[in-house]
């Protein structure tokens, strides 16, 4: 794969006709860095933010060695990763999937939140107790972007029973929780943890496993999280408070918050009316987040030099597909000459970006390149491994 100094220099040097996903492995393995760092326990990426190889390849190089897979694909490709611990953290699993996972990739880690798929999986995998088995708990969401409270996880005295009869079953028990995606302050995790001692006090179960989950925030236009060390305090001043002994292992499941500095978008202008952008990819693409959930990215101009005081304006994008779905209201601020032709970055792109891409209309091909400058923002500009260093996290 190319590599450039940054966009504006791909531009000057290509001219693409698709667009460009400029991937920035350094920014991935800095945010595995200060995870690693940072959180007491282990840090299992979420494989579905993005499975880009050099991406993984960043994560894997920076320590990173549990993955959190959601289904037999990713199973199958994390599995080729030397030394990962696989956890299957998906609530609802086939027979099919849960079979292959334990016999022919040594699966041992699964998630459930219903007596019925606890007996599935105790029935697929042979009775086998050499398993950790992780009851997922519904928390209520917390200023969240993307609530996931609705479709998995027990709650009450349905979590209780569940967590007993898992006791039973596993060599490890755990629980987990996701508080929703982007969560924007820590308060999310501290009412979690707390159902999280409500329930253990009510089941009366010994808990060898706590994973608290992602909602790990990254930063765009507009979006103010909390630096992530405040994520962390609230985490371990939520897990003093409970009920559980000193051997009992922590896990968190970030995605967003290790990928999405790490890859941009790079984009042509192929007409402009008014303040509304026509480009060459969209809602159907890598800019789902965009068109579907109002996420707004940081942008900029690439394709020439933006002169000193130069006016800005607030723009729309429509996608490249005939459908008016297709649609990124934003408002994403570039200088008032954008014209067709030009070229944009995109920031911040590198969270469900790729992995949520299609072809409709025939449009969804990309080129790849890897850019060697910084993230347009940054959770992580004044860490680093060596001196431990966490000032100021957001630009």
């Known amino acids: 794969m190319r590599r450039f100094p940054s966009a504006s220099a791909l531009i000057g040097a290509t001219k693409p006709d698709v667009p460009v996903i400029g991937v920035r492995p350094h920014a991935a393995a800095r ?62 699993k086939s027979r099919t999937t849960i079979r ?16 019925d798929e606890l007996k599935k999986i105790m029935e697929e995998t042979g009775g086998c107790r050499d398993l950790t088995l992780w009851v997922r708990l519904a928390v ?19 979590a209780a029973r569940l967590l007993i009869k898992a006791r039973q079953a596993a060599r490890e028990l755990g629980m987990t ?26 089941a009366g179960v010994v808990l060898d496993r706590l994973d608290v989950g992602g909602g790990f925030p990254s930063v765009y236009t507009g979006a103010a999280p909390m630096p992530l060390s405040a994520y962390i305090c609230a985490i371990s001043e939520g897990v003093e408070r409970l009920p559980i002994a000193d051997r009992c292992r922590l896990m968190c499941e970030p995605g967003r918050a290790l990928v999405a500095e790490a890859e941009s978008l790079i984009v042509r202008v192929n007409a402009r009316r008014g ?17 579907h959930l109002n996420f707004t990215y940081p942008t900029r101009l690439v394709s020439r030099p933006v002169e000193i005081n130069e006016a800005y304006g607030n723009f729309a994008f429509w996608g490249p597909t005939c459908d008016t779905i ?22 911040n792109t590198g969270a469900y970006g790729r992995a949520m891409g299609g072809r ?31 000032v100021a996290q957001q630009a």
């Not at 292959?100 to 007596?115: N, P």
């Not at 009412?191 to 009510?202: F, T």
């Not at 297709?326 to 920031?347: A, Q, V």
């Open 177 to 202: 929780f996701h508080v929703g995606s982007q969560t924007e302050t820590p308060e999310a995790y501290v009412q979690a943890l707390a159902e999280v001692g409500r329930l253990i006090a009510k």
């Open 100 to 115: 292959r996972a334990f016999s022919e990739f040594g699966v041992r880690s699964f998630a459930l939140d219903s007596e």
């Open 275 to 291: 303040t509304e952008l026509f480009i060459n990819d969209g809602g159907y693409g890598t800019l789902f987040d965009a068109a």
């Open 31 to 92: 945010a595995a860095r200060w995870f690693i760092e940072h959180f007491p326990g282990d840090v299992a990426y979420a494989y579905k933010a993005n499975s880009s190889v050099f991406l993984l390849g960043a994560l894997y190089g920076a320590g990173i060695r549990h993955f959190d897979v959601a289904s037999l694909p990713e199973i199958e490709d994390a599995a080729t990763i030397p030394g990962a611990h696989l956890h299957f953290m998906h609530p609802v």
């Open 326 to 347: 297709d649609n990124m209201k934003g408002p994403f601020s570039l200088p008032e000459k954008i014209t067709e032709g030009d070229y944009i970055e995109i920031g």
């Open 360 to 390: 409709f209309n025939g449009y969804g091909a990309f080129e790849e390149a890897i850019l060697l400058d910084e993230p347009m923002r940054t959770m992580y500009p004044t860490w680093s491994a060596e001196s431990g260093e966490d």
């Open 140 to 158: 209520a969401p917390k200023n969240s972007r993307i609530p996931l409270d609705r479709k998995f996880g027990a709650a009450g005295a349905k």
